[in-house]
């Protein structure tokens, strides 16, 4: 196993455990090195770093910055930043406010298709009160029944065409790359294999990612199996990506893993986390 987790969750975004919880279970599975990036949000880092220092972990401070590209929603995390970089503190805190918007509209969508009170109840589930995201408008929607469990809801209500999806407007890829260059950090693109678009496709953003200032690619990620960490592992390979390993762990239940437990990259992969493990 490859002792880093570069892409985990806490209750600072959406996921279920405090910073502090999710650091140490990641250094509890052997993790060496570990990255909290909570969706675009910093709150939850000094927390997560003391409890990783506790443990004798490495830690360097991340985020999970929402973006729009085309008709895509793409996710693309930044490592290794200065967190108070005032421009990119700026930056996140423009792309928080429209996520509230965003739930009210999502909630008046599912509303209009007989289930109200969706809303009071996501944010039941939000202990950040500027972040209130899908997730927990499906934990909620679990709890009522409508569902068996989060991967479901996304699949019957908060997709494309189905009645809780709402179109945003996100940060753009280029600012949300020059926000986290900008604060001295690695931009790299969050687990590729979710986006709902062909090869050729794929292939243009690779290109746009590269020559706007992107670094990596996640190869390794919670979401990704075999054949898609081989298959991402020779893309990082012709674009001279490097490439990164997350879980994306939000909750023990809801994905493939729980923090720190990723596999080995494929042969041939030069690995993000190469210059933190070094300077460490």
């Not at 002792?3 to 502090?20: E, I, K, N, Q, Y």
């Not at 973006?67 to 805190?93: M, P």
């Not at 939000?126 to 934990?139: G, K, L």
Request: one cysteine or more; glycine letters at 12%; hydrophobic letters at 40%.
């Amino acid at each position: 196993m490859t002792p880093v987790d570069l892409h985990c969750h806490s209750t600072a975004s959406d996921g279920l455990l405090p910073p502090r919880e999710v650091a140490r279970l990641a250094a509890e599975r052997g993790c060496q090195l570990f990255a909290l990036t909570d969706h675009d949000e910093l709150c939850g880092l000094p927390e997560a770093a003391d409890e990783a220092a506790r443990h004798g972990m490495r830690f360097v401070n991340g985020v999970e910055v929402s973006v729009s590209w085309g008709k895509h929603t793409l996710h693309i995390v930044g490592l290794g930043f200065d967190a108070a970089n005032e421009t990119l503190r700026a930056g996140l805190a423009d792309v928080r406010a429209g996520r509230d918007a965003r739930a009210v509209a999502m909630s008046d969508s599912l509303a209009r298709a007989g289930i109200p009170g969706v809303l009071e109840g996501a944010r039941r589930y939000a202990d950040n009160p500027e972040i209130i995201s899908r997730a927990h408008f499906a934990r909620h929607l679990v709890e009522r029944g409508l569902a068996k469990d989060v991967k479901s809801v996304f699949k019957k209500y908060l997709v494309r065409g189905k009645p809780g999806f709402v179109e945003h407007e996100w940060a753009r890829l280029h600012d949300a790359i020059d926000w986290i260059r900008g604060a001295g950090g690695v931009a790299v693109l969050a687990h590729p294999a979710r986006y709902d678009m062909g090869n050729e496709t794929m292939r243009v953003l690779l290109t746009e990612f590269r020559r706007l200032g992107g670094e990596g690619i996640e190869v390794v990620s919670g979401v990704h199996g075999v054949h898609e960490v081989a298959r991402y592992g020779r893309l990082a390979q012709e674009f001279g990506l490097l490439a990164s390993s997350g879980t994306d762990y939000h909750a023990t239940g809801e994905g493939a893993r729980d923090p720190g437990l990723n596999p080995d990259l494929p042969l041939g992969c030069d690995p993000v986390w190469s210059r933190w493990l070094e300077a460490a």
